[in-house]
């Protein structure tokens, strides 16, 4: 296998700050191929017939949020929204661990991608990763925006991300959560990843840095999707994992700009990725066409996707994971835009998967509901996003994203809120949960209404439509829309025991305002009245 890569593009700033002097052991910049070719050699991956490669992570199928941790530093303290989430952990436990996972990559061969973080060069981050696993250094290739041959040479890392998935913590010793942590160290530039294959920890924890360092320069930092129209209207998709933004973004009439993470400056949208990481739960060609057409590219990645003997991938097989997952470089997506950016928002879509089953297919919010249902985040974790969630479990997660959120929601709620007025975006509220009774007695809403209704909305044909306020949620509600079962736009009538839905609606209107009392103390009366009824 490869030992040398002198003919691939270098750049000057070598490994010197990382304490890594493996020099031939050190492989920079591989092609996909290359890497393909040490990702088999190396018992990382196999081939589907497709020739996409297959990797299993193992015991870790999804983010561990319980092992990431920010390092307490003077210069980040007073802005860090310190909690369960955002976990402090001393400098000296950093460096400690640092020291033992570059001591231990010290006489392993190693691989490096530089990239960058962030389609707009006003606001990227110049990203560098160092693996000894060659699939997450595809991944980074697939994910990440990627340099020119010239770029690369004179590439200098703001953030380095240290991977060393076999090495495994010590809790007691090391005081991590467990053997597999997540560090993220904003004073030297370094995400310490050990103990864990799984890639998204690597996606996810630039993202965390982007949402840090954004803000500070006046841009919206997005958990969302966004595409655009022919004509430059733009709409975003704000969701957690499972509610639907890479589906419902990957439209084929519509140009995609990303699937998961954006930035909102003054210059309009960019996409802070230049891949996308698809789930591939139950996907097949008729629902998902765009998607499943990626399944079957070489230079796709699949994770813990079950093939059979031909090694033909079978979506359907939930036995490793329901977290089964694509990664693949956005342009695989034939209608991607390739420079990575769109125009200010028209439409802005909260995507929400109602385990409850009693909010509506899609809802028009007013700017203060529109605060208010930001700043709540509700949804339902889906199976298999996070170890531990085995069914559709009911949580509020603020800004449809805080468990990569390091500063207070208030502060995002805030540059949403600055931005949706002085561009004067529309926005809805679309569930993509359940309707008919909860989860274990309703069903899905149906993939083909939820496109209708939304292509409805984005192009502007809900404007002249009369609409009807949700006596409980208090949303106004579209009386009609043309081609879907009105029956479905009030959920209430979709359900046999309507006093079953009563109680259900009360209920989620309950945990609404329980959980908002924690931002009571900075919002305004009109905020607090946009809420459901209690």
């Known amino acids: 296998m490869l030992m040398s890569n002198q003919a691939h593009p270098k750049s000057s700033v070598g490994l010197d700050y990382l304490n890594l002097q493996n020099n031939d052991q050190d492989l920079w910049n591989l092609t996909p191929p290359e890497l393909y070719e040490e990702a088999i050699h190396n018992g990382e991956a196999s081939l589907t017939k497709d020739y996409a490669l297959r990797v299993l992570t193992g ?23 310190w909690g369960t989430i955002n976990k402090p952990i001393e400098e000296e436990a950093f460096d ?18 530089d990239c960058f973080a962030g389609a707009d060069e006003k606001y990227r981050l110049n990203v560098r990763l160092v693996s000894e696993a060659a699939y997450h250094a595809l991944f980074a290739h697939n994910m990440f925006v990627r340099p020119s041959k010239d770029q690369l040479q004179d590439h200098e890392p703001d953030f380095t991300i240290v991977a060393a998935p076999n090495f495994k913590a010590n809790p007691e010793v090391d005081q991590t959560n467990s053997e597999a942590f997540v560090l993220i160290n904003f004073d030297k530039g370094i995400i310490l990843i050990g103990g ?35 004509s430059g209207d733009t709409a975003i998709f704000f969701g957690l994992s499972g509610t639907g933004k890479t589906t419902l973004s990957s439209d084929p009439d519509r140009v995609l700009i990303g699937d998961d993470e954006h930035g909102w400056s003054e210059d309009g949208v960019f996409n802070i990725e230049g891949g996308c990481y698809a789930k591939t739960i139950n996907l097949s060609k008729e629902g998902e066409p765009l998607i499943y057409a990626t399944t079957q590219m070489a230079g796709t990645i699949l994770e813990n996707v079950v093939l ?6 079978d979506f359907n097989d939930l036995s490793l994971t329901q977290n089964t997952r694509c990664s693949y470089p956005i342009h695989y997506i034939p209608n991607a835009t390739e420079e990575g950016t769109g125009n200010h928002p028209d439409n802005i879509i909260f995507l929400t998967c109602d385990a409850f089953g009693v909010l509506p297919p899609i809802s028009k919010l007013t700017p203060e509901q529109a605060m208010y249902h930001f700043i709540s985040g509700y949804t339902a974790k ?36 600055d931005k949706i007025r002085r561009h004067n975006a529309t926005v809805w509220l679309l569930n993509t949960g359940w309707t008919g009774g909860p989860h274990g007695v309703g069903h899905r809403m149906k993939l083909s209404h939820t496109r209708r209704i939304l292509s409805k909305a984005l192009q502007g044909h809900l404007e002249d439509t009369l609409f009807e306020t949700d006596p409980i949620f208090g949303v106004a509600v579209p009386e009609s829309i043309n081609g879907v079962p009105d029956k479905i736009l009030f959920p209430r009538n979709t359900w046999q025991d309507k006093k079953a839905y009563d109680e259900k609606a009360q209920k989620l209107a309950d945990m609404f305002a329980r959980n908002f009392q924690q931002f009571e103390e900075k919002a305004s009366e009109r905020l607090l009245k946009a809420g459901p009824k209690v």
Not at 61 to 80: E, K, L
Not at 203 to 219: A, C, D, E, W
Not at 308 to 313: F, L, M, N, S, V
Request: glycine content about 6%; overall charge positive; some cysteine.
């Open 382 to 417: 889906v199976a298999g996003t996070e170890r531990g969630i085995t069914e559709p479990k009911a949580t509020f997660s603020a800004c449809f994203g805080a468990p990569f959120m390091p500063l207070h929601p208030t502060v995002y709620a805030q540059l949403l809120a």
């Open 96 to 113: 400690a661990l640092f020291e033992k996972v570059t001591h231990y990559l010290q006489d392993k061969k190693i691989y490096v991608k």
């Open 308 to 313: 059979d003997e031909y090694r033909t991938p």
């Open 196 to 230: 864990t294959l799984y890639s998204g920890e690597v996606k996810k924890g630039i993202f965390s840095v982007m949402n840090y360092l954004l803000p500070k320069q006046n841009v919206m930092a997005m958990h969302c999707s966004a595409n655009m129209s022919s």
């Open 59 to 81: 015991k870790y199928t999804g983010r561990s949020p319980s092992d990431r941790f920010i390092v307490d530093q003077p210069s980040i303290r007073q802005d860090i929204d």
